[in-house]
Nanobody, 114 residues
Framework: QVRLVESGGGLAQAGGSLRLSCQSS????????VGWYRQAPGKQREFVAS???????NYADSMKGRFTISRGNTKNTANIQMNNLKPGDTAVYYC????????WGQGTQVTVSS
């Protein structure tokens, strides 16, 4: 059974930074695309960023230049560095693994104050 565990959420001021991590076990995390979505209160879940097994990255337009996704050295982690945070980035951030189905983490709260 694949399990994803996020960490690193919290409170930041506008213009600040946070780094989220997603950790899993087993080979599926290393050999399949992984990434992040987020969901703000009252809004639909939206794509943030993804990284393939060969480290090709993709970002939502509003995150380009501010967010950087990467795989950890062990390949069982995926991190997202979020810089120049805005109040509109406030949301629950979910890690996911794209397999024959999508596996989700439990989410971690990010709150950005103005």
């Amino acid at each position: 059974q694949v399990r994803l565990v996020e960490s690193g959420g919290g409170l930041a001021q506008a213009g600040g930074s946070l780094r989220l991590s997603c950790q899993s076990s087993g080979s599926l995390f290393r050999t399949n695309p992984v990434g992040w979505y987020r969901q703000a209160p009252g809004k639909q879940r939206e794509f943030v960023a993804s990284v393939t097994a060969t480290n090709n990255t993709n970002y939502a337009d509003s995150m380009k230049g501010r967010f950087t996704i990467s795989r950890g050295n062990t390949k069982n982690t995926a991190n997202i560095q979020m810089n120049n945070l805005k109040p509109g980035d406030t949301a629950v951030y979910y890690c996911y693994l794209q397999w024959w189905l999508v596996v989700w983490g439990q989410g971690t709260q990010v709150t950005v104050s103005s």
